[in-house]
């Protein structure tokens, strides 16, 4: 079991604080769900941005790492590489409800606003980023699916296939 910290997000990226860890994505109960296997982990990087862009203090966040996922097509393992950085706007709740349509907190490409916590559990939103970067149906590639290929054989043995096959000439 991996240990649970946790930071004031405001604080965190206002004073440029940097936290990295590891998980174990079984430890990751959203996760547990998608995953064919309990093996894999990810490494991440949380960094406070004092000055991000707007002057509005960031936290950027950037996993590694990867799991098994369950291919749609044939529900065996799939390996996934986990890749992602991002930015987030750590964001007091008093001032999404009182910005103006358009007005000071307008939504900048590339950066998610997420509500600020003095008590924020960083395995939670590690947790989000993944679940959130994660494919809505995962596969194999074209082929590469046991699943595919063994309906390909099952057509090609089918007695419809020599029917079909006579239809076409």
Do not use: W
Not at 63 to 83: D, E, F, K, M, V
Not at 101 to 118: F, H
Not at 122 to 130: Q, S, T
Request: aromatic share 4%.
């Amino acid at each position: 079991m991996f240990a649970r910290h946790f930071i004031d997000s405001l604080d965190f990226a206002r004073q440029g604080l940097e936290f990295r860890g590891e998980a174990a994505v079984s430890e990751l109960p959203r996760l547990r769900d998608v995953l064919a296997a309990p093996e894999g982990q990810v490494s991440f990087v949380l960094r406070g941005v004092p000055q991000g862009r707007n002057g509005k203090a960031l936290l950027e966040l950037t996993l590694t790492g990867s799991c098994q996922l369950r291919c749609q097509r044939c529900l065996q393992a799939l390996p996934y590489s986990i890749n992602t950085a991002s930015l987030l706007m750590p964001v007091a709740e008093g001032e999404l409800e009182g910005a103006p349509e358009g007005g000071e907190l307008e939504e900048d490409e590339g950066i998610d606003t997420i509500p600020a916590s003095a008590h924020m559990d960083v395995l939670d939103l590690v947790e989000e980023e993944i679940v959130l970067g994660l494919p809505l149906a995962p596969r194999h590639e074209f082929g590469a699916c046991e699943a595919a290929n063994e309906s390909a054989l099952r057509e090609e043995r089918s007695p419809f296939a020599v029917l079909r096959g006579l239809k076409k000439d």
